[in-house]
């Protein structure tokens, strides 16, 4: 969402995707040739399926486009890839520093998939209007009660805080659900929400996962962050995830082993 860190859930079927969908490996990306050939002379990889993008292919439902793995890696700054990103990024990437460029990227493309499950179910056209006295405030672009809309669930403020590329005055002209929107567009919504995140972790110096985090899907302690971290389970193998957690239950074993 978007207003100084709140966030409500916004698509509560997730909620059952991420509730009935176990850890996995190895997810193919469904169509990795469009996303590989996005950005010529740029290494660029797809990135894995998540858990609720996985079961969409499987349902014939909406699902994440592959060229938007494209968008997110092309609209990345260099510090993005650096050793300016905090350490806690290692929760769900261990081996982030060492990787390539490219699979930092695919990596952060992954990062901002699973960001757009949890925040809109991967449905670009999402928009919700929230009714709690803490977050229905005004936007002041608008003037009228704060949206939370696109992939990211953003608002038009952030045209003006994070230099997005929002127009609102034409898109006023326009059916409320209209795709054409400017804040509905993929692009624009994703590359906004790159400023976001590189706003907070770079130029503010704050951990990848915050209280104080623009959107609450990065809070850790909150409902909304649950459903995001259930969406973190198959990043790229150059991550080490899977590693890691096999490695745990190894060492758990063992213990069960010894006490025995």
Not at 33 to 52: E, F, H, V, Y
Not at 89 to 98: A, E, G, I, L, T
Not at 113 to 140: I, K, M, Y
Not at 249 to 260: C, I, L, N
């Amino acid at each position: 969402m978007a207003v100084g860190g709140w966030k409500a859930i916004t698509n509560l079927t997730l909620i059952a995707f991420a509730g009935l969908l176990p850890p996995v490996c190895g997810w193919a990306r469904h169509d990795e040739s469009k996303a590989a050939a996005a950005l010529p002379g740029q290494a660029i990889k797809p990135a894995p399926a998540t858990p609720i993008d996985a079961k969409r292919i499987e349902l014939g439902g909406s699902t994440w486009d592959p060229q938007w793995d494209a968008i997110v890696e092309q609209a990345l700054p260099p510090e993005m890839l650096s050793w300016d990103v905090p350490q806690d990024v290692r929760r769900f990437c261990p081996r982030f520093y060492q990787m390539s460029d490219a699979d930092k990227r695919a990596f952060w493309a992954y990062f901002f998939q699973a960001l757009a499950g949890a925040e809109a179910g991967l449905n670009p056209d999402t928009r919700v209007r929230h009714t709690e006295p803490t977050v229905a405030v005004r936007d002041e672009v608008t003037r009228r009660t704060v949206r939370s809309e696109g992939l990211l669930q953003l608002t038009y403020e952030d045209e003006k805080r994070y230099g997005c590329s929002f127009n609102w005055d034409a898109d006023r002209k326009l059916n409320p659900k209209d795709a054409a929107k400017t804040i509905l567009q993929p692009k624009n919504n994703l590359e906004c929400g790159v400023k976001i995140l590189t706003r907070q972790i770079i130029d503010e110096h704050k951990p990848l996962f915050a209280r104080t985090a623009y959107w609450s899907t990065l809070q850790p302690g909150t409902v909304s962050y649950r459903i995001f971290a259930k969406q973190m389970t198959n990043p790229p193998l150059a991550c080490g995830l899977r590693a890691r957690a096999v490695a745990k239950r190894s060492v758990a074993k063992g213990q069960v082993s010894g006490a025995q």
